[in-house]
């Protein structure tokens, strides 16, 4: 089987331009947002934040899972824009970040909309994958080093016609650096996101396009009828 690789390379200035044409987010996640940045807490850029709108008014998933929730500011988008009815999950393992999120799903009425499993990903993802759980869209924004330890049970429970979303894969244009280029200390999760993203661009089971997007998203569709294949 031929495997495509998409990457799109876009100029600084249209970036700019792009994000300052884009739809605006609801009130709330912009104090939300602003509460995270002054704390030094990441979520996801602009950018990504208008892709995650688009992705969600088109696709409209029935089942979501978040691989690292932070304050819950992206669980909270991805909740504006799906139906009542759709099943958000996320995963957190930091207790003063799962503290924050469960205090801001509570002052923003999202309890209700939004299942936060606490502890290590590694750890709940196969409780989810044991517990037969599918996801037709998963968002990975976790520990970036443990990416690819986190395959094995999301492909489990992706969907047929599934989408995975990775974010910050080009770590701010270093993954394109040799690694002796890379601090001796940031060298390991370099290494690893590299072999993540070969894995992604060269798996039958997606078809991966790399979109500098804030900063760097893999967004990888499965192909339909591969999900049993071996790779």
């Not at 947002?33 to 990504?48: C, F, S, T, W, Y």
Request: glycine share 6%.
């Amino acid at each position: 089987m031929k495997r495509e690789v998409f990457v799109l390379i876009i100029d600084e200035r249209l970036s700019t331009y792009i994000d300052s044409i884009s739809w605006s987010i609801p009130e709330y996640l912009k104090e939300v947002e602003k509460e995270a940045l002054a704390d030094g807490v990441p979520i996801i850029r602009r950018p990504m934040q208008s892709l995650f709108s688009f992705f969600f008014i088109g696709k409209k998933p029935k089942a979501v899972l978040e691989i690292g929730t932070a304050v819950g500011f992206s669980s909270m988008l991805m909740s504006e824009y799906v139906s009542d009815n759709t099943i958000i999950d996320t995963i957190e393992k930091v207790p003063i970040r799962i503290k924050c999120a469960k205090e801001n799903f509570a002052r923003y009425e999202k309890t209700e909309r939004i299942n936060l499993f606490e502890g290590d990903a590694a750890d709940v993802l196969k409780e989810l994958a044991a517990a037969g759980n599918k996801y037709d869209f998963i968002f990975m924004d976790a520990a970036k080093g443990q990416y690819l330890n986190f395959l094995e049970p999301v492909i489990e429970m992706i969907a047929e016609d599934g989408l995975l979303v990775t974010d910050n894969v080009l770590q701010d244009g270093d993954i394109i650096q040799s690694r002796y280029a890379i601090t001796k200390r940031d060298r390991t999760i370099h290494g690893r996101m590299r072999e993540y993203l070969y894995f992604l661009t060269h798996s039958e089971r997606f078809k991966t396009v790399v979109l500098p997007v804030g900063d760097g998203a893999a967004l990888s569709q499965v192909v339909p009828g591969s999900i049993s294949n071996n790779d």
